[in-house]
């Protein structure tokens, strides 16, 4: 992989890490600009006006109100060529799950080092996803588990049900009717066969879906 015209941008909101990470892909000299963003604000306005530009986003699962999944799509209808490289530590089988669903370019550990992410990019430039191997592992080990991954809708009300939030406001903030929130949580505990919410939320920190 050379070096393009392409724009590399480090998502995190560990301030930290976003600048040691991309202090490392500066190292592969293979991008035009790295960035390293910390506020989804400051993200979303990025892409906004770049619309057109291809932008390798390396993406932390782990955000401070949640997770990055539902995040994804919103990026995603930003920028058309935009390449998404997921970067997390879980190991647990319905996290990588959900994070697959979502079909990212790339999916690296957060303690990649230099080969790992040269592998990663070398790999989607040749038009092939990538996974680390760790990941690999598991995904091979949980091949024949069913499958029980939640929408990025269903992330999104989960989320809210985790802040405490009830079930009108939960509906306010998604824009949706309390109907159509009781049909989701129904649905979301019958796909992981739970009888309350309590042992949804359970479920969803066990497997660190929230």
Do not use: W
Not at 28 to 36: G, I, K, P, Q, Y
Not at 94 to 117: H, R, W
């Amino acid at each position: 992989m050379k070096k393009t015209n392409t724009i590399a941008i480090v998502f995190d909101d560990h301030l930290l890490f976003a600048d040691s990470f991309s202090a490392l892909v500066e190292l592969l000299e293979l991008f035009s600009a790295v960035h390293a963003l910390t506020d989804k604000k400051e993200l979303t306005h990025f892409l906004i006006k770049h619309p057109k530009v291809q932008i390798y986003l390396f993406l932390d699962y782990y955000l401070e109100n949640g997770n990055s999944l539902t995040l994804i799509n919103e990026v995603k209808r930003l920028n058309r060529q935009l390449i998404i490289i997921v970067m997390s530590s879980t190991i647990s089988p319905a996290a990588i799950t959900n994070i697959l669903d979502y079909k990212p370019q790339g999916f690296i550990s957060k303690s990649s080092g230099f080969d790992t992410i040269l592998q990663c990019l070398t790999t989607i430039a040749n038009g092939n996803q990538y996974i680390c191997p760790v990941i690999s592992e598991i995904v091979e080990h949980t091949h024949h588990m069913s499958k029980m991954a939640l929408t990025p809708r269903e992330l999104e009300i989960l989320q809210y049900f985790a802040q405490g939030l009830s079930i009108a406001h939960t509906a306010e903030k998604a824009h949706l009717s309390k109907h159509t929130i009781v049909a989701h949580r129904r649905k979301m505990m019958s796909k992981v066969n739970v009888t309350s919410i309590t042992e949804l939320l359970l479920y969803a920190r066990k497997n660190e879906l929230i």
